[in-house]
């Protein structure tokens, strides 16, 4: 991956990840192979870009109503609105995300879960710090969407791919591009560990492109909500009235549910379980900041 930045005073790119790099390599730092990586696939949505962002962020609640009809075909195991509550959300330095309460079990069971095959585990242990390991082996959650501010996003899920067959995970990488405050460009790659066996890069590409991209499922469920949410956001009620963004804060601004200890979330930052925005306000903050100082 290549980060560019035009500004000569730039600060450099670790600092300016932050404590979201732990984060970074359970997508792009599977193997000690590298990732390979297909697309992208390009199109515009009539969205502002920043709803994609916060999506990816933060909102797990969605999934249980949106997605709904990608359950009911069969496509989805983790449809249950507790299984979205349940999970932790995460936010550190730059970048925060949504993951998945997994069953109980060992690291290597726990990934087996979710569908890689033993040689593909093997390779994640030389690679992820024992810390990166204790998250999904100890603590229990698999890392589903994220976005690093401003406009990169990640999802991880494991979809049933056939009927009959267990689940198989793929990644996808996406960048929200503004065209206009209210078009943007999606590009959506799909990337996999570079060493997986070529059935597994097959199934995983197929069960990318069932439910992200341009073809995929998940991706018209969401992009419907967002392009209401711009055009909704840009009548008149919406001039007129505050949005309420305080889901998961108490009256005082206490937090509903407490972040979880660091011995039940051994990932850097904070997170918490329960429905909330705290994600999608933190990275709203980070624009509101970036606005004021540009
Ligand atoms: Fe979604």
Not at 97 to 117: H, N, Q, S
Not at 184 to 193: G, I, L, M, N, Q
Not at 272 to 287: D, F, K
Request: charged residues 20%; hydrophobic residues 35%; negative net charge.
């Amino acid at each position: 991956m290549l980060f560019i930045s035009l500004d000569p005073h730039a600060e450099p790119l670790a600092d300016y990840l932050g404590d979201f790099r732990f984060y970074l390599d359970f997508y792009t730092n599977q193997s000690p192979h590298g990732l390979e990586v297909r697309g992208p696939q390009r199109w515009r949505i009539n969205a502002n870009w920043k709803i994609g962002a916060e999506n990816f962020a933060g909102d797990m609640y969605h999934t249980p109503h949106t997605h709904t009809s990608v359950v009911e075909i069969g496509l989805f195991r983790e449809p249950k609105a507790q299984k979205r509550k349940d999970g932790a959300t995460y936010w550190a330095g730059k970048g925060g995300g949504t993951t998945y309460k997994l069953p109980p079990g060992t690291f290597a069971e726990r990934m087996r879960y979710v569908g890689y095959p033993d040689e593909m585990i093997a390779r994640a242990e030389q690679v992820w710090t024992r810390e990166q390991q204790r998250v999904v082996g100890e603590d229990g959650f698999m890392v589903s969407a994220a976005s690093c501010f401003p406009n990169l996003s990640f999802v991880h899920n494991w979809p049933k791919v056939e009927d009959g067959h267990d689940v198989l995970p793929f990644i996808s990488i996406r960048q929200w591009q503004p065209i206009s405050h209210n078009q943007t460009e999606v590009c959506s790659w799909f990337a996999v560990d570079a060493a997986a066996p070529a059935e597994f890069k097959q199934k995983s590409y197929r069960a990318y492109l069932m439910c992200f991209g341009s073809t995929g499922m998940f991706e018209q469920d969401d992009v419907e909500n967002w392009v209401s949410l711009t055009n909704t956001a840009g009548g008149t009620m919406a001039r007129r009235l505050l949005l309420n963004s305080r889901m998961g804060l108490l009256a005082d601004d206490r937090p509903v549910v407490d972040p979880l200890p660091a011995e039940a979330f051994h990932g850097p930052g904070y997170a918490q379980v329960g429905y909330n925005e705290h994600n999608q306000r933190a990275l709203l903050r980070l624009w509101a900041d970036h606005l004021e100082t540009t």
